[in-house]
């Protein structure tokens, strides 16, 4: 079971350090039994882990199960961590095969709420251009829109996806490239554009 207190022999690198360095510290001491750093660990990626997998699924209770499953595992196989890559890559990579466990045992749906709160036509305007490049990922292949989504919503770089998706570079890199391919086709119809160049054609 995790403990409380901090291993004595390793520095301090929290407050100035940066992120990844501090996350390695926390699995260090995480692997050692500190249950004060798996905390702190967990904190600092729930709420990061949780959007990514809330645009996946719109159950809350999932998103939730997911994200402790997620932080279980990083917990239980913690010295295990190899330095390969970064904590937060290793541990989005956790995540992904855990989402993946879950919508293929337990598929659900994976649009999340598109109910508009009342605000500026500006707010609006941002809320339905967002809902147009969602329904355009909606209808990507799965492979690509998590790829997508990895690069695009969460900033992970091509090494990074393929560390989290645990395939070449070369097959991210391609994957993108159908997925932009695919999007440049979609996206103008679900926006409408067909219907208005046939209006100003028949004009």
């Not at 466990?101 to 109910?115: G, Q």
Request: include cysteine; hydrophobic fraction near 40%; aromatic fraction near 8%.
């Amino acid at each position: 079971m995790p403990r409380e207190g901090r291993p004595d022999t390793e520095p301090d690198v929290e407050g100035g350090k940066e992120p990844a360095a501090r996350d390695l510290q926390w699995l260090r001491r995480a692997g050692q039994g500190d249950r004060a750093a798996f905390e702190r660990l967990y904190l600092h990626h729930y709420h990061r882990l949780a959007r990514f997998l809330a645009r996946h699924t719109a159950r809350r209770d999932l998103v939730d199960e997911i994200v402790n499953e997620t932080m279980w595992v990083v917990w239980r196989d913690a010295n295990q961590f190899r330095g390969d890559a970064k904590v937060a890559t290793w541990i989005f990579g956790i995540a992904y095969r855990c989402l993946m466990k879950t919508l293929r045992d337990r598929p659900v749906a994976s649009e999340p709420s598109t109910a508009l709160s009342e605000g500026t036509s500006d707010d609006a305007e941002q809320v339905e251009r967002s809902d147009w490049v969602r329904r355009g990922l909606l209808a990507l292949p799965p492979e690509q829109r998590m790829t997508m989504e990895l690069a695009y919503y969460l900033g992970q770089s091509c090494e990074e996806i393929a560390a989290i998706m645990d395939v070449a570079v070369g097959t991210v890199k391609a994957r993108l490239f159908h997925a932009r391919l695919r999007l440049r086709n979609t996206l103008p119809a679900l926006g409408g554009e067909d219907s208005v160049h046939a209006d100003a054609a028949r004009g």
